[in-house]
Each structure stands twice: as C-alpha cells, then as structure tokens.
C-alpha cells in the first residue's frame, strides 16, 4: 500500500497539471491566437488605409490638371448649345481670316444614339479668296468648340467681265458642334433649341 502511495501521487500530480493547462494554459493560447488574428486584420486594414492615403494624395497633387482638363473639355462640349456663344465664335474665325461673307444657320439639336451628348448641325458658308477660304478651314479646325465637318462644296462667287477669272469662291459647310445637354433636342423641357440663320459681311 505504501508502495502505491508514490504512483498515485504521481497520477494525481500530473491530472492536477493537465487541469491547470486545460483551464488557464489553453485559454490564454487561444487568447493568443485571436490576439495575433487581430493584429494581421488591422494590419491589413493599416494597408487599405494607406493605399487609399496615397490615392488622395496623388488625386490631390493632380486636381489642378484634372480641372485644367475638365475646363478644356467643357470649352469644347459645352453643357449647353449656347448659341450667341458659338455665333461669337465663328465671327472671330471669320475676321482672322478675312473673308469677304459669311453666312451660320444653326439646326435643331438631336440626341445622339448613345444618349450620352446631343448633336447641333449647323450650315455655314463663307465667301472669299482662295487662302482666306483656307485659313478659315484651319481656324475652325482648331476652334476653342469641337467642331465635326462632314461635307464641303466650293464653286466660284463672280468672275471678271473681261477675263472670266473667278474674283471669289464661295464654300458651303456642314459642319457638326456639340453639347453634354441631353435634353436639348426635339422633345425635351422646356422645348428644343433652335435658332434662325445669321449673315455678315466681312470685317
């Protein structure tokens, strides 16, 4: 029996510590585990956080050419059709170029099949020499207003009585401008734009 003593001992010492690991080792282990869990999700979070730092940074060191960009592609595609502004325009063209008439009828604005922007056709005709009719060609090419020719005719204006030389040629253009407005054509509140035809002489 005393021989016993020592075994059970033993087996009551090793019970007692398999207990003490089942109740305080065991838990903080796992405490351990959901701690390091926590650390690897807030360092992921500490990544997206400074992804999303450096995007706003780069997006703020880029706003003044961002908005250079937009201001430009406003000028070209206006938010309205803003007619006395394109008239405007187009007489500037007129006077560097030199050209003895000329002559702007404006459509009625139509929604283009993507419904993203609405089409202004316009007929323009000018009347001049031959290199007046070609700077002007090149001015509207280059206007502040993006403009889409989509056909051209040239005949002679007058000729001499003696000689028959052409004095001037007269162009015709069809000639497309454009606006973000998609309520600007046929249909939309309060109506569509139009606008009736305006002729000046040269400068």
């Known amino acids: 029996m005393k021989r016993r003593a020592p075994i059970i001992a033993a087996v009551v010492s090793v019970a007692v510590a398999a207990l003490a690991v089942l109740l305080l080792v065991a838990p903080k282990m796992s405490q351990v585990k959901d701690t390091k869990d926590q650390l690897a999700q807030a360092q992921m979070q500490e990544d997206s956080l400074n992804a999303q730092l ?3 940074q780069e997006a703020q ?3 003044p050419k961002t908005k250079a960009e937009i201001q430009k592609l406003e000028s070209e595609v206006p938010p309205t059709v803003d007619l006395p502004g394109l008239i405007g325009l187009l007489q500037g063209v007129r006077d560097r170029s030199a050209v003895d008439f000329f002559a702007f009828a404006p459509g009625t604005p139509a929604l283009d099949a993507s419904g993203g922007f609405s089409t202004l056709p316009t007929t323009i005709t000018v009347t001049g020499g031959y290199f ?4 002007f060609l090149f001015r509207l090419e280059t206007l502040q207003r993006a403009a889409k020719v989509t056909s051209v005719s040239i005949s ?3 000729a001499t009585e ?6 001037s040629l007269t162009m015709n253009l ?3 401008f454009y606006t973000t407005d998609t309520s600007a054509g046929p249909g939309s509140i309060p109506g569509p734009s139009t606008g009736g035809a305006v002729a000046t002489p040269g400068a």
């Open 174 to 176: 069809t000639v497309e």
């Open 162 to 167: 003696t000689t028959g030389t052409a004095l």
């Open 54 to 56: 450096k995007s706003l």
């Open 61 to 63: 060191a880029n706003a």
């Open 132 to 135: 007046s009719l070609e700077e």
């Open 156 to 158: 002679p204006a007058g």
